[in-house]
C-alpha cells in the first residue's frame, strides 16, 4: 500500500525519493524533518508524463523505462553542459 503522508505526524507535505547509495527508497517529510526508509511497494513511484511505473534506477540516475525520461540524477552537468530536468530532481 503506498504511504501518502507521514507516519509519525501525518502531514501530506511529504516526498518520496530512490537513494542510489543507500538502494533504498526514502520519505522526507517537511513538516516534522523525518527521513524513513521505506520498500517499493510503500513508494508506489510512477513517471509523471506517462504514468507508468516501470522505474529503473542506477549509480546515476532514475530512468522511466517506458518513455525514457529521466527522473533524477547525481550530476548537474553531461558533457560539460549545465542540465535541467523538467519533472526531476538533481541528488
Known sequence: MP?????????????????????????????CDNYIKINARQADLKCPECE???????????VCGECGMVLSATSNYVGGFKIVLDWGLIL
Not at 509519525?8 to 526514502?26: F, G, M, V, W
Request: hydrophobic share 20%; with cysteine.
Open 3 to 31: 504511504i501518502l503522508k507521514c507516519p509519525y505526524c501525518d502531514d501530506e507535505d511529504i516526498e518520496i525519493s530512490y537513494n542510489p547509495k543507500l538502494r533504498q527508497y526514502t520519505l522526507t517529510c517537511f513538516n
Open 52 to 62: 507508468s511505473r516501470d522505474i529503473r534506477h542506477d549509480d546515476l540516475e532514475t
